[in-house]
């Protein structure tokens, strides 16, 4: 991973073999940046994705195995339990140019990823929904004590 | 829906059973918003998609019921007739991870909708193309007069 | 195509019959944008996508016939061989809401796209990566003298 911080854009890019979100954690942990947008293209496999069944309350998960153009990496940084969250969805597109998607639990780039993020001066803290069994935008507690 | 307006983006958190044109279009007009961006992801469902038919200039629709993943929604805000008008185009994913999209008519959030906007200094109207049959950016009429 | 220098976007029209990679091209040169974001929406055809097979160190293209709603559009502006490069992801979708997508190496727009750059202060160099057959974000090669 190597990191260019230009205005307004941070410019990341992430290399073959490493994983995304566990290079986003890190980039945020080391930056101290507690809220901001995420987004990028590149080649990437194997992936890991999760749809979140609201019956059950839980993540059904997939691994894609293979290589796949990054099509679309949306999402943000936030703070869940004192440590940077990076929440992602992507779109993946296969050599037939067929698409396929969801939330990113584990992405290994393939080629590259062309990240860009722009951190925010503020801390998104993440609160648990209990209805929902999710951890939502909630503001910032520390901010707003 | 709650708005938290941090640097540069402001981050809206639209919530369970809120329409997501309907909240963004109060937004815009509450914040008077002419012109910016906005992405976002999140878990919605049943959503209104629509197919421009350039032949018959007009819109194609269907509802897709149930609820799905928000892997990508991506638009703008404009003025058309001294309103803010919301554009968006969204990709959702299912629970096989199959992906379809469209343009946006109505999205009900199911989970949380995290979107991030950013305003700009400039009010963008939109000016009818009869050839298409579609309002289309036509720059600031108020400023260039 | 008719450009907004708003802030903190810059808001450009591509019109119907116009060619998205050679008009950004042309907006990156003339506008001396040396790195970036891009992303938009609109209605496009036809387009001609890509998909790189690391096997074979090559891109794999398909033309796209027919219209299609622009769902996503996302990627950045570099500099390549002293000139500006335009990398650019998209998904489209049908009439029946089935979506595919790819690396764009062009694509002529049926409606309009409305797209929104953001240029920054910076300039990204690409340099060859001979193990993937790549050009990757390699830094600034004048700024690092």
Redesign the interface.
Known sequence: M?I?K????W?I?ID?GEEIITSLEKFAKDESIK???I???G?VGPVT?A????KKMDY?T?I?KG?Y????L???VSILNQKPHI?????L???K???????VVKMTV???A?I?A?P???Q?DRII?K??G?N??G??KICEV
Do not use: V
């Not at 749809?51 to 609201?54: E, G, K, S, T």
């Not at 153009?69 to 679309?72: A, N």
């Not at 140019?97 to 939330?103: D, M, P, V, Y």
């Open positions: 190597k260019w230009t205005e307004p854009h410019l890019r073959k809220a901001g947008s987004r990028g293209i080649g994705l749809f979140y069944d609201i059904k997939k894609f290589e153009e990054l099509l679309s949306s999402g943000n929440h992602l969805h992507a779109i597109g296969d050599e140019f067929q698409t396929f998607g969801g939330h393939a080629l590259t062309e860009i722009i925010d001066t503020y998104m929904n209805e929902l999710l939502l935008w503001g910032c």
